[in-house]
């Protein structure tokens, strides 16, 4: 058989990248916990009528052939009736999935969800066809506060912060309110608020001159109702001032509008609360738009400090209808982590590492293989004490398995006490005692008496950690 290529766009990491993945998840689970949220998971397949209902282009889903439910309406002319295609994000699933709990749900619902989901575009980096996500959701029934659209980018910030401490970058939470582009497009006379905040949305991708042109020609703007967009597309800030600014900017253009009045109170709110619990990290850009039309209200995008190049790793908003069932509405506010994004830099770029790629801290030594029940038994006593053991393969010599630990990284070898151990040699040929077990740190030489039954690593050993890599910010 042909040695196999790697699939692009699937990514799968060796056993050391895997364990940063689990931390990094570990990390988000347990600060969502924190704040509240519980977490759920949905079904991997959604029909297709409903992944596509929001304008998503039908080249990003993938389609299953084979588990097809029959079409109950066989006039349908877009072939999607009946059809199943894999989840391209957790967002439209979790939206069915209020729906058809509603009943069962406490309001105001609390969710976070961490899944892998596909989606067909070409990879690069950062970008990849089967990815995991994890969100953070709350929804309402019927009515959501505002505090909400503070809470959650706050509960971001945490989740990183505590991340930092492995190493892993600083993060910028850009945050916007679309009330604000809103309230000042309509307020310039624009009514097509949708194209303009598509057009928007694209000012980093094309720049100034292209958004000009795309805000003439989709939303009708004129040169002067497109340099005031621009203008308050510069807008950026950390505090209040940023409400003064924009507010100073609408009387300038005569863009006075009661959604403007209610978008910056709302995101002068925001940066009132993130400069007292999270200075620094959340930052105020009038550019960030999000062209999906389902946000309303607060629209966030994260990036990591240094590494602007990667785009966004979290982004989110509020959105006031994307759940309804005719007669109640859901709305909520959430964001989405890009997991595969961010580990896939961490890891490229040397962010962070683990201490070990196994979970086994100790290797128990075989001294013969009519002796290895005695070895099985030292290690069922310690991980009956939460200790992880693995059983060398082979009763080679002490050397060669003490050599075995440490490919693996395994700090410990314990050489439990069997009669053949009086004639067994260890490191440099020295024998060791076959009266008492002993354990053996291979990475200082220490080796002393030791109890199955009584034994601990150091707290530092006891599982593989996670720390800053030689390319972290501050290690040289």
């Keep these: 058989m042909a040695r196999p290529t790697p699939m ?275 930052t105020a850009d009038l550019k960030i738009a999000r062209g999906l039309d389902y946000y309303t209200g607060s629209v966030y995008e994260t990036v990591l400090v240094g590494h602007e190049d990667l785009g966004s790793i979290c982004s989110g908003g509020r959105y006031d209808s994307l759940a309804s069932d005719g007669t109640t509405t859901y709305p909520g506010v959430g964001l989405s982590i890009g997991v595969s994004r961010l580990v896939s830099r961490l890891l490229g770029a040397g962010l962070v590492r683990p201490t070990r790629a196994v979970p086994s801290a100790v290797v128990v030594a075989v001294t013969s293989q009519e002796t290895r029940a005695d070895s099985e038994r030292v290690a069922t006593a310690l991980r009956a004490r939460g200790i992880a053991v693995e059983v060398a393969p082979s009763a080679a010599k002490f050397g060669k398995q003490i050599r075995y630990a440490d490919r693996r990284g395994i700090p410990f070898v314990w050489f439990p006490a069997t009669p053949e151990r009086a004639d067994a040699d260890g490191k440099d040929g020295k024998q060791v005692s076959a009266t008492a077990d002993e354990v053996k740190d291979i990475r200082t030489g220490d080796q002393v008496p030791a109890d199955p039954e009584r034994w601990q690593p150091p707290d530092a050993d006891r599982w593989p950690r996670v720390v800053p890599g030689e390319s972290s910010p501050g290690i040289r």
């Design 8 to 282: 692009s766009g699937f990514p799968e990491w060796l056993p050391e990248g895997r364990v940063v993945e689990q931390y990094v998840l570990d990390v988000l689970r347990r600060t969502f916990e924190l704040h509240g949220f519980v977490g759920i998971e949905t079904r991997a397949v959604e029909p297709l009528d409903q992944l596509l209902r929001k304008g998503e282009t039908s080249k990003e889903v993938y389609v299953l052939r084979r588990l097809q439910e029959e079409s109950t309406d066989a006039g349908a002319d877009d072939g999607r009736a009946g059809r199943l295609g894999l989840h391209f994000d957790l967002t439209v699933p979790f939206a069915r999935y209020v729906l058809e709990n509603a009943g069962h749900l406490t309001f105001p619902f609390r969710r976070y969800q961490i899944q892998k989901v596909w989606r067909g575009e070409r990879p690069q980096d950062g970008r990849f066809r089967e990815f995991v996500q994890a969100d953070v959701d709350v929804v309402g029934a019927g009515e959501l506060p505002y505090h909400y659209e503070v809470e959650l980018p706050l509960v971001i910030a945490d989740a990183f912060a505590a991340l930092a401490d492995v190493g892993v970058p600083p993060v910028r939470i850009l945050v916007n309110n679309r009330r604000v582009v809103e309230g000042f497009a309509r307020g310039l006379g624009l009514d097509d608020v949708e194209a303009v905040l598509r057009s928007i949305d694209k000012l980093d991708k094309v720049g100034p001159a292209a958004v000009t042109e795309l805000l003439a020609a989709q939303a009708g703007a004129t040169v002067e109702q497109a340099a005031a967009m621009l203008e308050l597309a510069d807008v950026r800030g950390t505090d209040s001032a940023v409400v003064e600014r924009v507010a100073d900017l609408a009387r300038r253009h005569g863009a006075d509008d009661p959604l403007l009045s209610t978008g910056l109170a709302e995101l002068g709110a925001l940066l009132d609360a993130a400069g007292a619990r999270a200075p620094g990290v959340i």
